[in-house]
C-alpha cells in the first residue's frame, strides 16, 4: 500500500502543477487582452544583427528575406559578425551586398570563434539603431514580422519582443510531430506569460532588443545562449520582455530523434544555465513575472524533469506488481492525448539528461552544427 501512495503522490505532483499552468496560461493567452500600449506606426531604426559561422548555405536566402521584409529600409542597417568562418559565407554576403545597394549591410569578420554571444556582444555600442534585432542565419522572418514585434516598442515597459516559431521539417517524422504538439504548449504558456507581464523562455531567432538597456547589461557570455539570460536580464531591469503573437519565423527542425536530442539537450543545458543563476529573481518583486511565472518555469524545467523520472520508475515498478493497474492507460488509446503524453514525457526526459549532463561538466559556448536542417 505504501508503494501506491508514494506513486500517486508523484503523479499528482507531476501532472496536476504542470496541467494547472498550462491551462491557466491557454486561458489568458486566449482570453486576456494585451496590457501594452502597442502602435503600429511606431517605425524607429532598428539594427539587424546576423552572428554567423559557416552558413554558406543558408546566408544568401537569409539576406534575400531580410531584403523582402516590410520594414522601410532607410531605417534598416543590417551587419553580419562572422566568427571566423572557413567556407564562403562572407564571400557570399559581400556578393549579394553589391547587388542589393537598398540594404545598408556591412559584414564584420572576427579573428577567432568565441562563440555566438561573444559575436551579439561585439555588436553592443556599435549599433546606431533603437532597437537592436538579432536573427539567426537558418531562420526566415514572416514579410510583417517586424512591423508587428516593433509595435510593442512604443509601450516604454517593454523592453525585449521574441518571435514565435513556425517549424518546418524536411521530412514529417514521429520527431517532428512531437516537436509540432510542444510548441502549441511552448505558444500557449509565452504567450500566456506576456500578456499577464513577461515571460522567460524566449526565442533568439527572433529577438528585438532597446538598444540603450543593451549598452547597460549586454548578453551574458557565461551562458551559451542569448536568449533566456536576456529575458531575466531585462525583468531584472524592470522591463517586460514579451512573446508577440503575431510576428513569426520559419526554422527548419530535426526530423531524426538523434538530432532532435542533441539539439534540446544543448538547449536544455542552456536554459537550465540561465534558471539556475538568476534564480535569485523569484520573488524578488511584486509582479506575475517574479512570483509566478519565474518560480512555475524553474519547476517545469528543473524540478518536474526529475519528478516524471521518479514517475515511470515507480509506474513500471506498480505495474509488475499490479499489472491491473494497465486499465489507467486506456486514455492514451486517443491520438491527440497520447501526442500530448509522449510530447510530456520526452521534453522532461530531454531536460532531465540535460541538467544530469550539466550538472557533470558545464556546456560550451560552442556547439556543432546540425546539417539536416540546413538543408536547401
Request: proline fraction near 4%.
Amino acid at each position: 500500500m505504501l508503494l501506491e501512495l508514494i506513486w500517486l503522490t508523484v503523479v499528482v505532483l507531476n501532472i496536476i502543477p504542470f496541467g494547472s499552468y498550462i491551462l491557466y496560461m491557454k486561458k489568458v493567452a486566449d482570453k486576456k487582452p494585451w496590457n501594452i500600449k502597442a502602435d503600429s506606426a511606431y517605425l524607429p531604426e532598428i539594427s539587424i544583427v546576423i552572428p554567423t559561422f559557416e552558413e554558406g548555405i543558408t546566408i544568401v536566402r537569409k539576406l534575400d528575406n531580410i531584403g523582402q521584409v516590410d520594414y522601410p529600409k532607410e531605417k534598416m542597417e543590417v551587419t553580419i559578425v562572422d566568427s571566423c568562418s572557413k567556407d564562403q559565407t562572407t564571400r557570399l554576403a559581400q556578393e549579394w551586398s553589391k547587388q542589393h545597394p537598398e540594404i545598408r549591410l556591412q559584414i564584420i569578420c572576427q579573428p577567432e570563434r568565441r562563440g555566438m554571444v561573444n559575436a551579439l556582444n561585439y555588436m553592443v555600442g556599435r549599433v546606431h539603431g533603437e532597437i537592436f534585432v538579432k536573427t539567426d542565419a537558418d531562420c526566415l522572418i514572416d514579410k510583417d514580422s517586424l512591423r508587428n514585434a516593433v509595435k510593442y516598442f512604443a509601450d516604454p515597459q517593454v523592453g525585449a519582443v521574441a518571435g514565435i516559431h513556425i517549424i518546418d521539417a524536411h521530412r514529417e517524422t514521429s520527431s517532428v510531430k512531437t516537436e509540432r504538439t510542444y510548441r502549441q504548449f511552448y505558444r500557449w504558456l509565452r504567450i500566456g506569460e506576456s500578456k499577464l507581464y513577461g515571460t522567460v523562455l524566449y526565442e533568439g531567432e527572433l529577438m528585438l532588443v532597446r538598444t540603450k538597456i543593451l549598452d547597460k547589461i549586454h548578453f551574458d557570455e557565461e551562458i551559451g545562449a542569448d536568449d533566456v539570460p536576456i529575458a531575466l536580464r531585462i525583468a531584472e531591469e524592470g522591463y517586460r520582455a514579451i512573446t508577440a503573437e503575431d510576428a513569426n519565423f520559419l526554422e527548419q527542425t530535426p526530423y531524426t530523434w538523434k538530432e532532435k536530442f542533441r539539439q534540446k539537450i544543448r538547449r536544455g543545458r542552456h536554459v537550465f544555465q540561465a534558471l539556475w543563476k538568476y534564480k535569485y529573481l523569484m520573488f524578488k518583486k511584486k509582479t506575475p513575472f517574479h512570483q509566478l511565472i519565474l518560480p512555475a518555469e524553474f519547476f517545469i524545467h528543473i524540478v518536474n524533469p526529475f519528478v516524471t523520472i521518479a514517475m515511470l520508475i515507480l509506474s513500471l515498478t506498480t505495474l509488475i506488481i499490479h499489472p491491473w493497474f494497465l486499465v489507467l492507460t486506456i486514455p492514451l488509446l486517443n491520438n491527440k492525448v497520447r501526442s500530448m503524453f509522449i510530447t510530456f514525457i520526452v521534453n522532461n526526459c530531454i531536460m532531465f539528461l540535460a541538467v544530469c549532463m550539466e550538472a557533470r561538466s558545464r556546456e560550451k559556448t560552442t556547439w556543432t552544427k546540425i546539417d539536416e536542417i540546413r538543408k536547401m
